[in-house]
């Protein structure tokens, strides 16, 4: 068991969390549903990475939602702060090491389709890595060659579906397209990532879907949109709208997920 994992494994103690979860910017209100929490920073896990970006609280915290327990990751860091793919690799290979092996990813993301506007909920179906960076390039093992074709999990996808469905949200589904970031995108990157088949875009999730994958880890994805792709409406984009949107459909997602859980979609 590598360091970060034996740490967590002996501040958890007794708990056997069913699923892990990270959670994108203004996702917090996730946490804040969970009973019988216990938090612990990111910077106390050996190994583990630090976010600088605003929004980003940088712990790990376990709990209890839906009436199952669950670890939630909270400040991911992003390629476009390290500089580096991998970046998330300690944690994902901690939460494996933990023996947990399904991963609910979540993000903010654009929206290049007019009928699926901010404060909409997408499951992610299928990505495209568009930024053409892998995290595990310089992986020397054979495992390093990971398929990506049942990348997001079929039976998690439906359940997912159904914990939608039973509390009557809307879930949308479709192709998320990761951009590098920092900056948003442009016009013209829209309408090429509209073309390509994206329904959404944004900055994260895909390096953790493929080290996911690569350590065997059961993956569902969600995006919550907080805005339309550049040039869709006259606005200029800012990381304030995302932070303001996100509680939007965070709301919708943190429902979800907790029928999700209550129902044992995270059971097997
Ligand atoms: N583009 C990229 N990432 C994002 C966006 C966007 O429009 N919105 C939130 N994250």
Redesign the pocket.
Known sequence: MNAAANYLRYRLGERRPVAAMVLGSGLGLLVEAMEDTLRVPFAEIPGFPVSAVTGHAGEVVAGRLGGRDILVLSGRVHYYEAGDAAVMRPVIAAIADLGIDRLLLTN???SVRQDMPPGSVMMIEDHIAFSGLNPLIGEASEGRFVGMTTAYDAALRTRLAEAAETVGETLFGGVYMW?S?PS??TPAEIRMARTLGADA???STVPETILARFFGLRVVAASVI??Y??GMTGAE?SHGE?KDMAPRGGARLAHILGAMLEHGGFDD
Request: proline content about 0%.
């Open positions: 903010s993301a654009g951009f970031g948003f995108e875009v944004g900055m907080t805005n792709g550049a984009l995302t």
